[in-house]
C-alpha cells in the first residue's frame, strides 16, 4: 500500500484541474535550462504539456537561464490570471526566479504552481496553487477531540507542521481498522470503495494502478495560499 499518489494520479488530477476549475487560468510553463532529465517535475511538466496539447487547451512557454535576468512580462498577460508552472520539483532551483515574478505582482494577476514540498518555504507569491493527498481544510470537530487527547497522552501539544504527519498514522490507522472491521480478510476487494470513517487531514483511496500491483491512493485535494 502506497499513500503518496504516483506521477499518473498526479498527471491526471493536475490535467483534470487545469480543463477544468481553472480553465480561465493563462497557464505558463517556465522551463529553466540544463534541469535533468530525471526530475520528476520535468517530468511532470511534460506529460502535462502533451496532455493539454491533446485537448486543445493553450499555454505559453518561456525558457529560463540560471545565468541570466528573467522578464516574464513578455509572456505574461494583463486582465488575465497567470499561472506559473515550472519543470522542476527542486525548488533550490526555482527560487531563483522568485524575485523577478514579484516585481511583475502590482502589474499582473500571477499564480505560482508550488510543489507542495515548497510549503514550509518562506520566499512566495502572495497567490499558490498546489496539489496534496492532504486536504487543506481539516475536519475540526476530529481535530479539536485528537489534539485535546494528544496533549493528555504525550504531556505536550501536538505539532503546527504541515503536513501533519501524526494526522497522517491517525488517517490511515482508523481507514485501515474500519475497512479490515467492515470486511474481514476480503478487505482488499473494497479498496476501490467509498468507505466512512472519521478522518481528520486524508481520506485515501486506494486503487490497483494494474494487474498484480500493490494499491495506490488516488485521493487529491487543490489547496490555494492568497497570504503574503
Known amino acids: 500500500f502506497q499513500f503518496n499518489p504516483g506521477l499518473e494520479a498526479n498527471l491526471k488530477f493536475s490535467s483534470e484541474l487545469l480543463l477544468g476549475k481553472l480553465k480561465n487560468y493563462h497557464i505558463i510553463f517556465a522551463?529553466?535550462?540544463?534541469?535533468?532529465?530525471?526530475?520528476d517535475g520535468k517530468n511532470w511538466t511534460d506529460n502535462l504539456q502533451n496532455e493539454l496539447s491533446r485537448a486543445h487547451r493553450t499555454?505559453?512557454?518561456?525558457?529560463?537561464s540560471t545565468y541570466g535576468n528573467t522578464d516574464f512580462s513578455k509572456v505574461l498577460k494583463r486582465?488575465?490570471?497567470?499561472?506559473?508552472i515550472f519543470n522542476t520539483d527542486k525548488y533550490g532551483i526555482v527560487s531563483s526566479f522568485?524575485?523577478?515574478?514579484?516585481?511583475?505582482?502590482?502589474?499582473?494577476?500571477?499564480?505560482?504552481?508550488e510543489q507542495y514540498s515548497w510549503?514550509?518555504?518562506?520566499?512566495?507569491?502572495?497567490?499558490?496553487i498546489y496539489i496534496s493527498?492532504?486536504?487543506?481544510?481539516?475536519?475540526?470537530?476530529?481535530?479539536?477531540?485528537?489534539?485535546?487527547?494528544?496533549?493528555?497522552?504525550?504531556?505536550?501539544?501536538?505539532s503546527s507542521d504541515v503536513p501533519r504527519y501524526?494526522?497522517?498514522?491517525?488517517?490511515?490507522?482508523?481507514?485501515?481498522?474500519?475497512?479490515?472491521?467492515?470486511?474481514?480478510?476480503?478487505?482488499?476487494?473494497?479498496?476501490?470503495?467509498?468507505?466512512?470513517?472519521k478522518w481528520i487531514q486524508s481520506q485515501p483511496l486506494f486503487k490497483r494502478i494494474s494487474n498484480g500491483s500493490g494499491f495506490?491512493?488516488?485521493?487529491?485535494?487543490?489547496?490555494?495560499?492568497?497570504t503574503e
Open 79 to 84: 486582465g488575465e490570471k497567470n499561472l506559473i
Open 166 to 197: 501524526d494526522l497522517l498514522g491517525y488517517d490511515l490507522t482508523n481507514y485501515f481498522v474500519s475497512v479490515i472491521n467492515r470486511y474481514g480478510t476480503k478487505f482488499t476487494e473494497k479498496m476501490g470503495s467509498t468507505n466512512n470513517f
Open 59 to 64: 499555454f505559453s512557454r518561456i525558457q529560463l
Open 119 to 128: 510549503l514550509n518555504q518562506t520566499e512566495k507569491l502572495i497567490q499558490n
Open 216 to 226: 495506490v491512493n488516488q485521493e487529491l485535494y487543490m489547496g490555494e495560499d492568497k
Open 31 to 39: 522551463e529553466i535550462q540544463d534541469v535533468n532529465t530525471f526530475d
Open 133 to 158: 493527498p492532504f486536504t487543506p481544510n481539516l475536519n475540526p470537530v476530529e481535530l479539536s477531540k485528537f489534539d485535546v487527547q494528544f496533549a493528555q497522552f504525550f504531556k505536550r501539544q501536538a
Open 98 to 113: 522568485l524575485p523577478a515574478l514579484k516585481e511583475k505582482q502590482k502589474e499582473y494577476n500571477i499564480s505560482l504552481f
